[in-house]
């Protein structure tokens, strides 16, 4: 069966001010990446609706960050904290982030692929129900999670946070939904500072494990075989998200970790092993962070080719 790639043209409508790491650029060094993969069948992603984001997020937010968009003048940026920043086109690029999962989500669901990868610009995983941040403007795995559990009837999902920052916002969804498991491995300390061991969420449905800088990839990949692995098998979801940060990676400027091209295809022959044990394979990754454009391009093909 084919594994689909969602791809997101309106991502190039999110530029960021001079020097923001999180650019199209990295997008673009994805895309490229992917590219290449034999039998991958590439799919545009569509907007997301406004009451498909509020399953996940208040009215208040989605009109807050489509409110602010509209008022920005042309080759302008309006803040909605202090490193995310909108223009005048970014609420296509939000939309579409989140729509591109839903998309995904819908046809792994109807049997067309088992496995998808999300190319997704802006990244997602910080956006709490009420905010957005670290780039953020939209939580699109969590969006998307949630489509599948109220659009398909789902009765139980997973996310796994890759990234190696903290996913704080898709944490709310599991705190708050216990339908949702959440685990998350991620430097501590780092941005955005939460994500601690204490955090358990409902009966358990958080799992953290926070690891300080320069953890060796051997270390992280222990932590995800005695605690992820057999945490997502007793939760048994029917469909398995990945927020697939690439910036866990040995050569990202913004994380410590030591992770490399075999750990992220590692990673997804794992997590395709238990979505095959328990969710008939449905897996449904997503692009987060990334920083170093040729690491991140060279991470998610080997991640997206192990698939
Ligand atoms: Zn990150």
């Not at 409902?202 to 320069?214: H, S, T």
């Not at 990673?267 to 990754?285: D, F, G």
């Amino acid at each position: 069966m084919t594994a689909l790639i969602i791809d997101s043209a309106a991502s190039a409508g999110h530029p960021v001010p001079p020097g923001h790491p999180e650019h199209q650029g990295r997008y673009d060094a994805a895309r490229s990446a992917l590219a290449g993969l034999a039998g991958a069948v590439w799919i545009d992603s569509r907007a997301a609706q406004r009451t498909e984001l509020e399953r996940f997020h208040t009215a208040r937010h989605v009109a807050h960050v489509l409110g602010t968009i509209a008022t920005v003048g042309e080759g302008e940026w309006a803040a909605l904290d202090a490193d995310t920043q909108v223009t005048e086109s970014s609420a296509a690029a939000g939309l579409h982030a989140a729509g591109g999962v839903i998309e995904a989500v819908d046809r792994v669901i109807a049997g067309e692929a088992r496995h998808a990868f999300c190319l997704a610009r802006p990244p997602g995983h910080h956006a709490e129900p009420d905010r957005a941040m670290g780039f953020c403007l939209f939580n699109s795995v969590a969006v998307g999670a949630c489509h599948a559990l109220e659009a398909h009837g789902l009765e139980r999902v997973a996310i796994v946070d890759i990234d190696v920052h903290h996913g704080n916002g898709s944490q709310c969804l599991a705190e708050q939904d216990g339908r949702v498991f959440f685990a998350s491995l991620h430097q501590a300390p780092l941005y955005p500072g939460t994500g601690t061991r204490k955090e358990t969420g409902l009966n358990g449905n958080v799992l953290n494990i926070p690891l300080p800088d320069a953890t060796p990839a051997l270390v992280w990949r222990q932590h995800f075989t005695t605690e992820v692995l057999p945490a997502l098998r007793r939760f048994k979801p029917q469909m398995i998200f990945i927020s697939a940060g690439f910036d866990a990676h040995a050569d990202d400027p913004l994380g410590g970790f030591l992770l490399t091209e075999p750990d992220y295809a590692w990673i997804a022959q794992e997590l395709a092993q238990v979505a095959e044990e328990t969710a008939e394979s449905r897996l449904v990754s997503v692009l987060e962070g990334g920083y170093d454009c040729p690491a991140l391009g060279r991470a998610a093909a080997a991640f997206a080719a192990a698939l």
